[in-house]
C-alpha cells in the first residue's frame, strides 16, 4: 500500500501478557518512529530507528518494552508482562531523511491497546 | 516537564476568519518545528514545517512563525474553513536527523460555519 500500515488494529489482551505491535512503514522511507498516544493526552516519543538501527530509546517507558526493525522494512514493538497503564493508542510514522531536516512524518492508523 | 507547550485546548473561530494557533518551546536546541493535524479516530497528519533558520513558512491557506527568541511559534490558518476544525498538535526536533521529535499536547480548534 501507499500509506504507513500497522496490525492488528485493535488489542485486548489480559495483564501479565506479551503483546507484539507491527508497523509497515512507507517503502524507501529509512526512519520508523514509535509513539504512544494516552487517553486525553499528547503523543509521547518512543523509540526512532534509522534503517534497522535504534539510535535513541530514550523514550522507552521501562524494560518491558523493546522493538526491532527488519533492514528498512518491517518493525515490531513488543511489550511483555503487560500493566494496565499500557493501554493507549500505539502509533507508528516513517519519514524520510534528507541531510539534516527532518521530511514530516507519515502516521500509520495505530493499534488500541487495552489492558484488562 | 513539557518541552512543548500549547497552551490553549481549544480554540473556536468563526468561518473566514484567521485561526492562531500558538506554541512555545523550552528548549533552544530544537532546530526543526512542525504542525501535525489531527481528526477524530484518525492518525495525525503531517501539515507545515520550519526550519530554525527561518522566521516563517508559507504553504497555501497555512503560514508558521518562528519567534527563536521568544521560543515560540505559531500557526496561521487564513481563512478558517470548516473542514480546518481538528486538532493540532505543534512538534520540535532535535539533532541532526530529527529524530525524538517532541509533541505538545495538541489544541483542538473548531471553525464554526
Known amino acids: 500500500g501507499a500509506g504507513v500500515s500497522q496490525s492488528p488494529s485493535n488489542k485486548v489482551t489480559e495483564k501479565g501478557k506479551d503483546v507484539e505491535l507491527r508497523c509497515d512503514p512507507i517503502s524507501g522511507h529509512t526512519a520508523l518512529y514509535w509513539y504512544r498516544q494516552r487517553l486525553g493526552q499528547g503523543l509521547e516519543f518512543l523509540i526512532y530507528?534509522?534503517?534497522?538501527?535504534?539510535?535513541?530509546k530514550s523514550g522507552l517507558p521501562s524494560d518491558r518494552f523493546s522493538a526491532e526493525r527488519t533492514g528498512e522494512s518491517v518493525s515490531t514493538l513488543t511489550i511483555q508482562r503487560t500493566q494496565q497503564e499500557d493501554s493507549a493508542v500505539y502509533l507508528c510514522?516513517?519519514?524520510?531523511?534528507?541531510?539534516?531536516?527532518?521530511?514530516?512524518?507519515?502516521f500509520g492508523p495505530g493499534t488500541r491497546l487495552t489492558v484488562t | 516537564d513539557q518541552q512543548v507547550k500549547q497552551n490553549s485546548p481549544s480554540l473556536s473561530v468563526q468561518e473566514g476568519r484567521i485561526s492562531i494557533l500558538n506554541c512555545d518551546y523550552t528548549?533552544?536546541?530544537?532546530?526543526?518545528f512542525l504542525w501535525y493535524k489531527k481528526y477524530p479516530a484518525e492518525s495525525p497528519t503531517f501539515l507545515i514545517s520550519i526550519s530554525s533558520i527561518k522566521d516563517k513558512n508559507e504553504d497555501g491557506r497555512f503560514t508558521v512563525f518562528l519567534n527563536k527568541s521568544a521560543k515560540h511559534l505559531s500557526l496561521h490558518i487564513v481563512p478558517s474553513q470548516p473542514g480546518d476544525s481538528a486538532v493540532y498538535f505543534c512538534a520540535a526536533s532535535l539533532g541532526n536527523y530529527g529524530q525524538n521529535f517532541v509533541f505538545g499536547p495538541g489544541t483542538r480548534l473548531s471553525v464554526l460555519p
Open positions: 528548549n533552544s536546541m530544537f532546530d526543526y
Open positions: 510514522a516513517s519519514s524520510l531523511t534528507s541531510g539534516r531536516a527532518p521530511a514530516g512524518q507519515y
Open positions: 530507528f534509522q534503517g534497522n538501527s535504534a539510535p535513541d
